[in-house]
């Protein structure tokens, strides 16, 4: 069965500092990769997503992600932080057979001033 | 982008009552429609798929019996908690998809529900 693992639970950083959150999937087939972002009490909302082409996409308030085949890995970066970036991160895969999109743990990202 | 709409986004019950939730696709039609279920500070944890004109597809240990799901029209998809216990309170998140292409899903904004 396909799964996702995010190993950074929590993560603090200071404004203007880089990030880079990691996600890894288990899949030996073709995956489509998606990043969410959960902010303080709203719903999800779609960061990137990759689903063929060019493997580091771009996403939205400065995100991108670059997706490495060979290390099943699907990484988030954004060079420079902002405070408002404060939220819940969530990366998620959807193998297609079935088709059904499946959630990595989470990871809380809070940014300091 | 696409928009999904829940309802409703708060509900409080006495435990053994069953609670309705609505999810709809405002401005798509959607074939299938996702329950997830999220606890407090973790992921989100996909119960099962809705398929419109048919039998919904459980996932593994959710039971089907508790969570009854109807997906009546290509816009609506439901949930229903039945006889609800402290146990099942939770955040409960309903998605489509607007592009059987690539699997992006949208979300709804979420019910919570807090069993008495």
């Known amino acids: 069965a396909q799964s996702v693992s995010q190993h950074n639970h929590h993560v603090i950083l200071s404004e203007a500092a880089s990030l880079e959150l990691g996600c890894n999937y288990s899949?030996?087939?073709?995956?489509?990769l998606f990043w969410y972002v959960q902010y303080p009490g709203q719903h999800l909302q779609l960061l990137l997503k990759?689903?063929?082409?060019?493997?580091l996409v771009k996403g939205i308030k400065g995100f991108e992600a670059e997706f490495i085949k060979s290390k099943f890995s699907f990484n988030l970066r954004k060079p420079s932080v902002q405070w408002s970036d404060t939220a819940e991160y969530f990366c998620?895969?959807?193998?297609?057979?079935?088709?059904?999109?499946?959630f990595g743990t989470g990871t809380r990202l809070q940014v300091f001033p | 982008g696409a928009v999904v709409s829940q309802h409703p986004s708060w509900v409080i019950c006495k435990s053994g009552t069953s609670v309705k939730i609505e999810c709809r696709s405002l401005?798509?039609?959607?074939?299938?429609m996702f329950w997830y279920r999220q606890f407090p500070k973790q992921s989100l944890m996909l119960m099962a798929t809705?398929?419109?004109?048919?039998?919904?597809?459980?996932e593994q240990g959710v039971e089907k019996d508790k969570f009854l799901i109807n997906h009546a029209s290509l816009t609506l998809s439901t949930l229903t908690v039945t006889s609800a216990h402290p146990e099942d309170s939770s955040f409960y998140i309903c998605?489509?998809?607007?592009?059987?292409?690539?699997?992006?899903?949208?979300f709804g904004e979420g019910s919570r529900l807090t069993v008495l």
């Open positions: 809705s398929n419109e004109g048919s039998k919904a597809t459980y």
């Open positions: 899949y030996g087939g073709t995956v489509n």
């Open positions: 990759y689903f063929s082409g060019d493997p």
């Open positions: 998605s489509a998809s607007a592009d059987t292409n690539t699997g992006e899903l949208f």
């Open positions: 401005d798509f039609q959607a074939t299938t």
């Open positions: 998620a895969v959807n193998a297609r057979t079935p088709d059904k999109l499946i």
